[in-house]
Structures are given as structure tokens and as C-alpha cells.
């Protein structure tokens, strides 16, 4: 995700290269949506994952009580319905719509009993659930840290509920969140990720990030050793969700809708929910980019911290310090903030996201600079506001050679995620210097993750 202040001599060239690079191909080639079975209502649609995301909701609202959950297939590009009964006129609605009809036993109402009753007698430190529509149950996973008397009552707990409502998995790692004491953006001793770029109510630019970073700082900069650029406006952790609204400190910061890749630029251009199956991708400051799959929704996590709910759940793999990082799709939708998990990028494990439509919804911002819905009027966000020529991304106004974060110090080589240290040994995350070339936002091994100059300024893929 690039925030960066850009000179005016060079926003143009920038505007270009972003429309140029789109959401192109350092991701799999798009799959066009088509309308297969247009001869035949009832034969599957061939659907890209947002458009089966958004016919899933739509589906839900119409079947009601008989919609028990849906997934995405990837490889048949297929949205999958599951049914409870046999009521010939709710399958048939099902596939007029374009969806597969699955009929299961289990409906939501049932799995959301079952999750309030893990709730209820099973909040432990180290564990989550979530359903599973795949399997029309719910998946429960207990970390490393649950032995003894915990394990014990987890799985009592689990088989209480029946084989056919719930099952139970061991993993390897420790759920925990994805920020780390002195690593790159900083604020407090901590490090997170920047996610994405939004407009607040108030016409402001400002960023989501994961919730526990913002309630362990309340400034944010974009290295290690500089000055704040944004205060946290919002922050939700522990509770219903993980996540929390940075306003920028400068009004006329440029803060492009875009995830930077190292590569490439990808535009983002909505926000979606996510849909079991989807395959999603994340970017973080630590690891950079990683792929996987979208494995449960509505998911529990009880981290040492507390609980939080309603999150994505995903085989994406993270590390501490992308905390707060973008997930995203091919196609350029937000869908989900780095909250935590287990594993790292070495042996995988679970990663847990917050949805981006619920942050928005509870912040009341837009995503990237607001456009149509966000402040794009003749008096927040137009030519005397927001994006026109005296403030947001205008000549006059557009924080450049002296704003913070220009050439000299927010993307050029003194002040990048570079090579040289990164979050290797050598540097201890970044401890000797900010975020520049010399001490960056590198690999593990302390090599640099090639985010290179485009992302030199610390919160660029944060």
C-alpha cells in the first residue's frame, strides 16, 4: 500500500504508471465473469469471486431460513449454495439465480448455536472457530498452547456438539497478533502494516490498520526514528472485530487507493466480502506478498489479549509486523487487515483477517480517496476540496519536496524498505536505523524483500 506525499513534478508520472500497471498480472490472469446457461437457467454461472460474493448475499436474503452457508470454487469458477430441505422451489430459485445447489443438514441457526456454545464453554486462549460451509460444520482449531485440563474441555466441549455440527484440529503454532515490538509503520516500540488507503466522514485522508496497533499507539510513523504522519482516530481490540482508522497529520497527503507489490502497483477499486474458496492475496511489511485461500467466515479467535469476532479466516501465511497489511484479490477488491494467527511463512498455519466492509462500516470511511461515495462534491472532495488543485492530490497542495515525505525523505533510497538489514539479524528489525535502504522492511533473513524505491517509505505496503 503506497501513502506516500508526492512532489507535484512527479504525481503525473505516478497517476500513469498506476493506471498503466492496474491490477495486472504479478497475480493469476483474470477470469472473465460469463453468463454460461444463459440458454439454460438452471446450469451453473461461471462467476469471478466478488460477483459469487455478492450473489451469495443477495441469495441469502431470498432464501432465508433455508440458506445454510455458500462457498466459492475456484476451479470451476462456481458459486456453491448450500440448502437445508427439499423444497423444489428454494433449489430452483437457487439455480435460476446462476448458483450449484447442495443440499446439507446443518443450518446457519444450528452452527450459530453451536459457536455459542463454544463461547460459552470454551473461550480459551488459543483457540477459534469458524464455519466451514465446505463442510457444513464447524471448524475448530486449538493452538500449541492448549494442553491438560483446556484441551480436555475444549474437546468435551467439541463432542457435545456432534461429529456432524463440529470438529476439532490441532495446530502446530501459537495464535497470537501479528505486531512486533521494535521492527516498520512505528508508533509506541510497535510494528505494523498500513492496509488500505480510505477517506474519512470528515474528507480526511487517512488509513485502517489492525486494531491492536492502534491500541498500542496512538501515533504512527513511517520510520523507525521520524515523525508522526497520522493519529489513531478509531481503534476495535479486543471485541467485535480488529481494526482502527490513521488519520494522516497532513490534510494534503496523496493517498492512492493501491497496494504496492514491489513489482507492481495494483489499483484497488472496491471493497468485497470474502467467500469461502476465494483465493486472496496479502501484503505485509515483514513478508511481503504471500498467497492462499479463503477457509471460514464469522470466525472467534481467542488471543492472550482477549477475544475477537467476525473475522476471515484464511491458510495465508504472516509473521509478526504484518499486522494491519492488506488481503486483497486479482481483480483489485479490499477484502480483509492482517489480525493474527499461527505459523509463519516457513511452516504456514492459520491467518486470521478483519473483514474491510465491516471496518468501513464502523468507521465511516470510503475506500481510497472517497470518489463518488466519499467526499467527491464541489465541497468535500472536488475542485475546493479533498482532490482538487489547493488540497489532497492538486499542484499547490499535494505535500511535496517539503512535506514529509518527498524525495528526501518519505520514497527515495535513504529512506526505503531496503536491502540491507530489513527484519534480519544484523539489525533487530530495523532497531539501528528507520525504514531506508540500510535498515528496511526486509525478509526474515535479513536480505531485503526487493520492495525497492517504490515502497521506500516504510508504510508504503505496511
Not at 62 to 83: P, T
Not at 189 to 201: I, K, Y
Not at 251 to 268: H, K, R, Y
Not at 306 to 324: F, K, N, R
Request: with cysteine.
Amino acid at each position: 500500500m503506497s501513502h506516500k506525499r508526492i512532489p507535484k513534478r512527479k504525481a503525473a508520472i505516478a497517476a500513469g504508471g498506476v493506471a498503466a500497471l492496474g491490477a495486472a498480472a504479478i497475480l493469476l490472469p483474470n477470469a472473465n465473469a460469463s453468463q454460461d446457461g444463459a440458454s439454460d437457467a438452471a446450469a451453473p454461472k461461471t462467476l469471478q469471486a466478488a460477483d459469487a460474493s455478492d450473489l451469495a448475499s443477495q441469495l441469502a436474503e431470498l432464501l432465508g431460513d433455508a440458506y445454510a452457508g455458500s462457498y466459492y470454487d475456484e476451479g470451476d469458477q462456481q458459486l456453491i449454495i448450500n440448502v437445508i430441505g427439499d423444497n423444489n422451489e428454494v433449489i430452483v430459485q437457487a439455480e435460476e439465480a446462476g448458483a450449484e445447489v447442495r443440499q446439507v443438514d446443518n443450518s446457519m441457526a444450528e452452527l450459530e448455536a453451536g459457536a455459542a456454545t463454544l463461547k460459552a464453554e470454551a473461550t480459551i486462549p488459543g483457540t477459534a472457530w469458524a464455519v466451514d460451509p465446505r463442510t457444513n460444520k464447524l471448524q475448530v482449531t486449538a493452538d500449541s498452547t492448549v494442553t491438560g485440563a483446556n484441551w480436555d474441555r475444549l474437546e468435551s466441549t467439541v463432542q457435545s456438539l456432534g461429529s456432524d455440527m463440529a470438529t476439532i484440529t490441532k495446530s502446530a503454532g501459537t495464535f497470537k497478533t501479528f505486531a512486533s515490538g521494535g521492527d516498520a509503520i512505528f508508533g509506541g516500540g510497535a510494528r505494523c502494516s498500513l492496509g488500505f488507503n480510505v477517506t474519512a466522514g470528515d474528507g480526511t485522508p487517512a488509513f485502517l490498520t489492525a486494531g491492536h496497533c492502534g491500541v498500542a499507539a496512538a501515533e504512527w510513523s513511517d520510520s523507525e526514528v521520524g515523525a508522526p504522519i497520522g493519529t489513531v482516530d478509531q481503534a476495535v481490540f479486543p471485541g467485535e472485530g480488529d481494526f482502527a482508522l490513521v488519520k494522516y497529520d497532513d490534510p494534503a497527503t496523496v493517498a492512492p487507493s493501491e497496494v504496492n507489490t514491489g513489482d507492481q502497483t495494483v489499483a484497488i477499486t472496491q471493497a468485497a466480502e470474502a467467500a469461502v474458496g476465494q483465493e486472496v492475496f496479502r501484503m505485509g511489511s515483514t513478508t511481503g506478498l504471500a498467497d492462499g485461500t479463503v477457509t471460514g467466515l464469522d470466525a472467534t479467535v481467542n488471543y492472550p489479549e482477549g477475544t475477537v469476532t467476525g473475522l476471515i479466516q484464511t491458510d495465508v501465511c504472516a509473521e509478526p509486523g504484518d499486522s494491519g497489511g492488506s488481503m486483497f484479490t486479482q481483480d483489485g477488491s479490499a477484502i480483509g487487515l492482517t489480525s493474527g494467527g499461527s505459523g509463519d511463512c516457513t511452516v504456514g498455519g492459520e491467518t486470521f483477517f478483519q473483514p474491510v466492509t465491516t471496518a468501513l462500516a464502523a468507521v465511516g470511511a470510503t475506500l481510497g480517496d472517497g470518489g463518488a461515495a466519499g467526499g467527491a462534491g464541489d465541497e468535500a472532495g472536488g475542485e475546493d476540496a479533498g482532490a482538487g488543485e489547493d488540497a489532497g492530490a492538486g499542484e499547490d497542495a499535494g505535500a511535496g519536496e517539503d512535506a514529509g515525505a518527498g524525495e528526501e525523505a518519505g520514497a527515495g533510497e535513504e529512506a526505503g524498505a531496503g536491502e540491507e538489514a530489513g527484519v534480519g539479524e544484523e539489525a533487530g528489525a530495523g532497531e539501528e536505523a528507520g525504514a531506508g535502504e540500510e535498515a528496511g522492511a526486509g525478509n526474515a533473513d535479513g536480505t531485503g524483500n526487493g520492495l525497492g524505491e517504490i515502497v521506500g517509505n516504510g508504510v508504503g505496503v505496511n
